[in-house]
């Protein structure tokens, strides 16, 4: 009888006879059950970039790291409910008022628990720099084309966190059901009944009748600490596995390739720096929280559905939706039935998936363009990628431009200007500020690169003035060390894609589709003349350096 057995990989113990303590002993077990010599050996030497861009994903962890922390504390304390109470607290201007249990709670949190009020605002001011924190890092992950292959799932994780911590934030300060919250689930109802057939009974679900209904707050309590931050979590976990497996991405400088990594070992160094970092935050945000009150609702009061807050303004990070809808016209529009679509609501409700759709599917349009199918590990500089970067800031100044409309009205009484010139002035800023913004955004980079060129041909200015024997002046210029002279020309530079010729090698004329053409014409916008300039060669270096540019 014979009986074929596959080898297995034992775990790494330890080489001593018997373990050192108790602590060695525990750690053989626990090793001899999970394989933790193993995974450690293998995982907590890996390297991480030092570059200070970096932190800015590590701001958004520990600040939702924060969240948790402080969110679970105050769900001791609050009520999500909407049954009416009359208040008899500690806070003597509010006494005697009807409000819903949720607001009253809330007031007690901010006045009657021990350290409520300080809480509160860690736990909105955390969220306030998380939301802000993700937005930054999108950006930097954007610029620097760190959303290529292999990390266009990774882009995607991102974004849906960005975009789920926006309505969870929403949510979050919709809970304690004052007057300035409550004007901002009414502007949420609005949006919900412009929707086409299902509006209304939507609106009735979600309220659990007409506005304001008795289960909007215990639901959106639910949504907010339970369905969204789980689903958060997952998104974030995902995230910092594909990371943890890709690796950072890495600036070009000497020594770095697109097949290793150079920065500092996860295990000791990375680690006790971002311990250190995560205490630094979380201590920023608390003294911000001590300082700066942010959602005062003891000013505000309870809500009440006929009466609006002066200056109600949500959070930055929501300020763009209520710009949409400002500066979007009164435009109704009869359909079948006696039923009426309301376009000054819907159409800004439909442009938001709509640009979040080309937000996600940016990665794979720009692969789609170039045709590149290369894994990419080297971040690029913004100003070697002029189309990419003027795209971004394009789209940064529409949201600048939305956040404006949102605060038309607090534009208009601080300035004292008239709220209608505001509006259209953002109404005309919502197609010229992009183009613009795209247009210089653009010729600045290839500016910055043509500075970058004459770096790479003549090296930088001295500041010496020399004489020449027969009496010229020049001044000297100093060449760039080798170093330098790799991470200003270590960039790609691709070609842009030619469309087929017209007729084969049979004479037969080709069909060329229009996906083809659009691709070609999309190529020559982002690499083609005019979009970069070409990097120096090294026939023009010796050319230079034989004809003395350098004196």
Not at 211 to 218: Q, Y
Request: aromatic letters at 12%; glycine letters at 10%; hydrophobic letters at 45%.
């Amino acid at each position: 009888m014979r009986t074929d057995q596959q080898s297995r990989p034992g775990p790494v113990t330890s080489t001593r006879a018997a373990p050192a303590n108790k602590a060695e002993a525990l750690a053989d077990w626990t090793d001899g059950r999970l394989g933790i010599y193993t995974l450690s050996r293998s995982n907590l030497r890996k390297i991480f970039p030092d570059h200070w861009s970096f932190m800015l994903g590590e701001i958004c962890l520990y600040t939702f790291v924060i969240i948790i922390l402080t969110g679970v504390w105050l769900t001791f304390f609050f009520k999500p409910s909407m049954a009416e109470t009359i208040y008899d607290g500690s806070y003597i201007p509010l006494r005697g008022i009807q409000m819903s249990e949720a607001y009253a709670s809330t007031i007690d949190i901010s006045f009657e628990v021990r350290g409520g009020l300080l809480m509160r605002q860690i736990h909105h001011w955390a969220a306030i720099v998380f939301v802000a924190g993700m937005f930054v890092h999108m950006m930097r992950v954007f610029f620097t084309g760190a959303f290529r292959k292999p990390r266009e799932i990774n882009w995607i994780f991102g974004a849906l966190l960005l975009i789920l911590g926006m309505f969870d934030g929403f949510m979050g300060y919709s809970l304690p059901d004052d007057l300035l919250s409550g004007t901002g689930i009414r502007f949420m109802e609005g949006a919900v009944l412009a929707v086409p057939l299902v509006g209304t009974y939507l609106q009735m679900f979600m309220f659990g009748g007409q506005f304001p209904g008795t289960d909007i707050v215990p639901r959106l309590f639910t949504v907010h600490i339970l369905l969204i931050p789980g689903i958060m979590l997952g998104l974030l976990a995902a995230h910092l596995m594909l990371v943890f497996y890709h690796k950072h991405t890495q600036f070009a400088g000497p020594g770095r390739t697109q097949e290793n990594v150079v920065g500092m070992p996860l295990m000791p160094v990375y680690m006790a720096k971002a311990g250190g970092f995560f205490f630094l935050v979380f201590g920023v945000v608390s003294a911000m929280a001590a300082i700066a009150t942010v959602n005062p609702i003891w000013a505000y009061g309870p809500y009440r559905p006929d009466q609006v807050s002066t200056d109600a303004q949500p959070d930055w990070y929501m300020g763009f939706s209520e710009g949409l809808v400002r500066i979007m016209p009164g435009w109704e529009i009869g359909v079948w039935g006696g039923h009426t679509l309301n376009m000054g609501v819907l159409v800004p409700l439909l442009v938001f998936p709509t640009v979040l759709l080309v937000i996600w599917s940016y990665p794979f349009l720009e692969a789609w363009v170039t045709g590149d199918k290369r894994e990419h590990h080297i971040a690029d500089r913004p100003r070697n990628a002029p189309v990419r970067t003027g795209f971004g800031a394009a789209w940064i100044s529409l949201y600048l431009v939305l956040l404006a409309g949102g605060g038309n009205d607090l534009l208009a009484t601080h300035f004292h200007l008239s709220i209608n010139a505001i509006t259209n002035a953002v109404r005309i800023g919502f197609f010229v500020a992009p183009v613009v913004v795209f247009v210089i955004t653009k010729r600045w980079c290839l500016g910055l690169q043509r500075r970058d060129k004459e770096k790479v041909l003549h090296g930088r200015e001295s500041g010496v003035i020399k004489r020449l024997p027969h009496g010229e002046y020049v001044e000297v210029h100093t060449p760039l060390p080798p170093g330098r002279l790799y991470t200003l020309t270590a960039h790609d530079q691709p070609e842009p894609v030619d469309l087929p010729a017209k007729v084969d090698e049979n004479g037969v004329v080709r069909k060329v589709g229009l996906l083809a053409r659009t691709r070609a014409k999309l190529s020559r916008g982002f690499y083609g003349k005019g979009s970069q300039i070409p990097k120096p060669t090294a026939e023009e270096h010796q050319e230079i350096s034989s004809g003395h540019g350098h004196h």
